[in-house]
């Protein structure tokens, strides 16, 4: 079992900045993919990026490349998502996602584990 904890969103302006973390416990976090994932009110749930385990791969759906760099530290346990030139439209709760295979995990059904997710506002 692997438990992910989210943290970091907020409130933000237009343009801002903001950093994500993903803490995880329980079996070995090195041996995992890790996803970024997100739901916008009234939308369904979306790739946003990954990394595999190695930290050496990395993927971003198009509206967030240029903006968004996800990296993780594996001795922290930590995934991150750093997020710069912050729209409205980014405006959604936040997953961070865990897949046992140590791929980069981007859709649903590479999946083994769940965050419960935090809220990123964006302001115009």
């Known amino acids: 079992q692997v438990q992910l904890v989210e943290s970091g969103g907020g409130l933000v302006q237009f343009g801002g900045s903001l950093r994500l973390s993903c803490a995880a416990s329980g079996r070995t976090f090195s041996n995992y993919g890790m996803g970024w994932f997100r739901q916008a009110p009234g939308k369904e749930r979306e790739f946003v990026s990954a990394?595999?385990?190695?930290?050496?791969?990395?993927y971003y759906t198009d509206s967030v490349k240029g903006r968004f760099t996800i990296s993780r530290d594996n001795a922290k346990n930590t995934v991150y998502l750093e997020m710069n030139s912050l729209k409205p439209e980014d405006t959604a709760v936040y997953y961070c996602a865990a897949g046992r295979y140590g791929a980069a995990v981007m859709s649903d059904s590479a999946v083994d584990y769940w965050g419960q997710g935090t809220q990123v506002t964006v302001s115009s």
């Open positions: 990394i595999n385990w190695s930290g050496r791969n990395t």
